[in-house]
């Protein structure tokens, strides 16, 4: 899932990649106009049509509805600050 984040009038985008494992889900995240990726995330839950994504090393936070079945409505958090972030499922 690929997004781009608005940041002080700086778009910046960040991509989800988010797997099912034995023990439910994991995923990593890039962050490419940083030249960041494989960034391992701390915890994926989805539950229902909840998706709760953590990376506690970098205070960041993401909580999303379900809108369908590509489109995920929710907010990306940081250090306190909050954004709207829509994420859309892109195939690899």
């Given at each position: 899932m690929e997004r781009n984040l608005a940041v002080q009038?700086?778009?910046l985008r960040v991509v989800f990649h988010i797997e099912?494992?034995?023990e439910g889900y994991k995923g990593k995240m890039d962050s490419p106009d940083q030249n960041a990726y494989g960034l391992p995330l701390s915890s994926v839950e989805f539950k229902k049509t909840e998706l709760i994504i953590k990376h506690n090393d970098l205070s960041i936070a993401y909580k999303g509805?379900?809108?369908d079945g590509n489109n995920i409505k929710g907010t990306f958090t940081q250090n306190g600050q909050?954004?709207?972030m829509n994420l859309k499922k892109k195939e690899e």
């Amino acid at each position: 899932m690929e997004r781009n984040l608005a940041v002080q009038g700086i778009e910046l985008r960040v991509v989800f990649h988010i797997e099912t494992s034995e023990e439910g889900y994991k995923g990593k995240m890039d962050s490419p106009d940083q030249n960041a990726y494989g960034l391992p995330l701390s915890s994926v839950e989805f539950k229902k049509t909840e998706l709760i994504i953590k990376h506690n090393d970098l205070s960041i936070a993401y909580k999303g509805t379900l809108a369908d079945g590509n489109n995920i409505k929710g907010t990306f958090t940081q250090n306190g600050q909050s954004f709207e972030m829509n994420l859309k499922k892109k195939e690899e």
